[in-house]
């Protein structure tokens, strides 16, 4: 329970303030000094729906990865139908579901969960799923996938990376008028 209680905080990830100057999609060579203490590191993957970013000073038995996919819609779908519905394809595949968060809508429009998952040999994954409302209208998913160790280590380092992503723009991918929508691959192979 501990475990949960640390992610539902972690998934507050991203503050209103963050989305207040939505910075046009312009891929940096390398990040600019200021961004330096916020990526410190974090290994930045840019995917078609927008970047992970993961953690690379970890131990190869952990996993802390964060995904970041900005402006999304949910179609014609009342959100809570359209966010289980993310849920269930960004955490398929990370094992058998031991502990399962309840989905939360909070009274500033954002949505979340929490799930633990238990792998092969009792190992445990963590997952901390939240959405929130860009200006325009349009959805930032997080996905943040997690081993209990590096969760506890890193929630915060996250948090900082996660709001640096989305303020300078960084997480917001390339425009493609005809992308549909398409969970990323979340995990390293193999586990």
């Known amino acids: 329970m501990k475990t949960i209680a640390l992610l539902s905080v972690a998934v507050a990830l991203v503050p209103a303030s963050a989305f207040a100057q939505p910075a046009p999609f312009t891929p940096p060579a390398a990040p600019p000094p200021s961004a330096r203490s916020a990526l410190d590191g974090w290994r930045i993957e840019p995917q078609r729906e927008g970047i992970i970013l993961n953690r690379s000073d970890l131990d190869p038995r952990e996993i802390f990865l964060v995904a970041l996919e900005p402006d999304l819609d949910t179609g014609r779908q009342p959100l809570h139908a359209w966010f289980a519905a993310a849920v269930t394809a960004h955490t398929e595949g990370l094992g058998t579901v031991v502990e399962h968060g309840a989905i939360q809508e909070r009274a500033d429009g954002s949505i979340m969960t929490v799930r633990v998952f238990e792998r092969d040999q009792g190992r445990r994954l963590n997952a901390a799923v939240g959405a929130a409302h860009q200006p325009d ?35 917001r991918p390339a425009p493609d008028p005809a992308r549909s929508y398409a969970a990323p691959a979340l995990l390293p192979s193999p586990l």
């Not at 890193?154 to 300078?168: D, G, M, N, P, R």
Request: net charge positive; with cysteine.
């Open 137 to 171: 209208g349009k959805l930032l998913l997080v996905t943040m996938i997690c081993t209990t160790d590096s969760c506890l280590r890193h929630a915060a380092a996250a948090q900082q990376a996660i709001t640096y992503a989305v303020a300078s723009g960084l997480a």
